[in-house]
């Protein structure tokens, strides 16, 4: 199976500052780099929990003593680790975003450039698809979805276009959604476009955004003090929730201040943000919009 280099290994794998018998996390373990290299600077006593909820990465699984894979989401990381008799950790790694795996097998629906079913579920058990979200979702829902999660303007009229095809008959696969979006891919810009289509229906039927945001809600009792949060975003939502949440705790608003002023937060930023070198997004083009932030729990 293909995976892809990892994106922003050694920097992100160094965000964790790893201590030889520490316990660590890697929340998307897809192909394993990030494992991989997390493992290497492990010693004898060390331990790594990983988290995928999609059924193809455990034929990666890797073969250590140290190493434990859970096939869950991420968002249920507290539940799990607790069932492993593990309360706090050293440090969680998280790169989000759909694996190079994911977008080459044409069958899960998750590239433009395939004929597929429509489909785009990160986890095969889950039970919403695009299938389901495309041919039942309303125009308001619809509307909604385009505008948050892919930012077009038009939106409305997207909306419109896939709710009157589909009174027809259902719509059940790319290429019957890519005709009905015809009217909306500009030349020079249809590729774009199509991608800012695809993540938005993607995000919706994995539901990223609540899974990323029930996740960092966990970080803060799970992280022992001083121990590291290390997370690589792909497009500016997610990216954005990382920031705010580094920065406050929260993911909206202010914190509150005390009698004297002082603000309360769970996390200092470690470094500026770090983005991928010129040389690494032409090795691996998936690199090219990666955002990695780095924080450390007070």
Known sequence: MEYHNPVLLKESVDGLNIKPDGVYVDVTFGGGGHSREILSRLGEKGKLYAFDQDQDALRNAIDDPRFTLINENFRYIKRFLRFHGVKQVDGIL???????????????????????????????????????????????????????????????????????AREEAPLESSDQLKEVLKPFLFKEKEHKILAQIYQAIRIEVNQEIEALKEFLLQTQDLLKKGGRLSLISYHSLEDRLVKRYIRSGLFEGEPEKDFFGNIDVPFKKVGGLIVPSAQEIYENNRARSAKLRIAKKL
């Not at 979805?145 to 419109?160: C, G, S, V």
């Open 94 to 164: 998280g790169d989000f975003g759909v694996s190079s795996h994911q977008f080459n097998e044409a069958e899960r629906g998750f590239s433009t450039r395939f004929e597929a079913k429509l489909d785009m579920r990160m986890s095969q058990k889950s039970s919403l698809s695009a299938y389901d979200v495309i041919n039942e979702y309303d125009h308001e829902q619809l509307k909604k979805m385009f505008y948050e999660y892919a930012d077009l303007r038009n939106a409305p009229k997207i909306a419109a276009a896939i709710v009157s």
